[in-house]
Structures are given as C-alpha cells and as structure tokens.
C-alpha cells in the first residue's frame, strides 16, 4: 500500500515562492516517477511536472521556467520549487504516481489510476 502526503500549501502574493512537499509512504522504489498535477476550481485536472525515467524533468508549458519538481529519495520526498507566482497558479496541488509512467505519459494521467495524494491548497493573490 503506498500513501502521499502533501504539504507547503498556503497564500502568497503574486510574484512569490512557495516549495510543497510530497512525502511518500509504503512499497515505493526510488526508481518510480512521480509527478505534480493541479486543479482549480472549475476546471479539469492537469499535469504541471513529471519525472523522467532517464533522470530529466518535463514540464507543462505555463510553469517551464518557474517551477522545479526534485526528489529526495533519502527523505522519499517529491519537490515542486514554484517561483514567479502568478494569480492563476491558484489551485489545489496533488503529487501521483503510476509505475512504469513516466514524463508526458504520467503527465496525463486520469485521476481514477495510480496513486494520489489528498492535495494541498495554492493561493496567489494580485
């Protein structure tokens, strides 16, 4: 059984930083990509960054350049170093995974496979 935790959530201004945290939980190996996805209120679910299985990161294109997804497999861990904040970054954060995805395929993973974390709530103001 594997859990995700996320955490680092909370209100910034636009223009700000905030790091989450996803912390892992269980039968997981360091190997597995993970990934962060984010919803607003309204819309659907999209993929913001992935791992790699070669060790490189791909990012959708509104947060390339401002955000950074980093594991710590140490600490079984997931980043997402976010910079530059804008007001419609505004939405709940999840981490997931779904070996043997990686990158864009765990990009667009549908929410009813793999494994997902309960969110945590991102607010930019102007």
């Known amino acids: 059984q594997v859990q995700l935790v996320e955490s680092g959530g909370g209100s910034v201004q636009a223009g700000g930083s905030l790091r989450l945290s996803c912390a892992v939980f269980?039968?997981?190996?360091?190997?597995?990509?993970m990934a962060w996805f984010r919803q607003a209120p309204g819309k659907e679910r999209e993929g913001v960054a992935a791992m790699n299985n070669d060790g490189s990161m791909t990012y959708a294109d509104s947060v390339k350049g401002r955000f950074t997804i980093s594991p710590d497999n140490a600490k079984n861990t997931l980043y997402l170093q976010m910079n530059s904040l804008k007001p419609e970054d505004t939405a709940m954060y999840y981490c997931?995974?779904?070996?043997?995805?990686?990158?864009?395929?765990?990009?667009?993973?549908?929410?009813?496979?793999?494994?997902w974390g309960q969110g945590t709530q991102v607010t930019v103001s102007s």
């Open positions: 997931a995974a779904d070996p043997p995805r990686c990158g864009f395929r765990l990009l667009v993973l549908p929410p009813d496979r793999g494994y």
């Open positions: 269980g039968y997981f190996y360091s190997t597995y990509c």
